[in-house]
């Protein structure tokens, strides 16, 4: 029989065990700094287009916001009865859509925001 260190355990030492496996912690930090290298890798290849994405997303709300008011800008809509209940949702945004596409004032006339 051989006596065993007071000072090791008998499965390795507390910091490595027996095996070769990190401790948890280890794999934490490993796993916070994937994480970090793998945000700054999307930065660096989203940052360029933030813009364009945000014009397009724009451009699109516009289109969006005419064809849901188009019954009250005059232009025939079919649809103008399933776009009616989305009408409140966008009066609050309703004075930028105008000032961004020209209009000195509402084009709507029941309608007045400047």
């Known amino acids: 029989m051989t006596p065993t260190s007071p000072r090791t355990p008998v499965g390795g030492s ?12 280890t794999r934490v930090r490993l796993a916070q700094r994937w994480r970090a290298f793998s945000d700054g890798l999307h ?7 933030r813009r364009t994405f945000a014009r397009a997303r724009r451009d699109e709300d516009d289109l ?3 064809l849901v008011m188009s019954e009250m800008l005059g232009v025939p809509n079919p649809a103008a009865y399933y776009t009616a209940e989305l009408l409140p949702v966008l009066y609050d945004s309703f004075h930028d859509w105008h000032r ?4 000195e004032r509402s084009p ?7």
Do not use: T
């Open 14 to 25: 507390p910091d490595r065990p027996a095996g070769g496996v990190a401790p948890a912690r």
């Open 64 to 66: 969006f916001r005419m």
């Open 108 to 114: 709507l006339e029941n309608y007045r925001c400047c």
């Open 43 to 49: 930065e660096f290849y989203v940052a360029p287009y």
């Open 100 to 103: 961004r596409m020209g209009m």
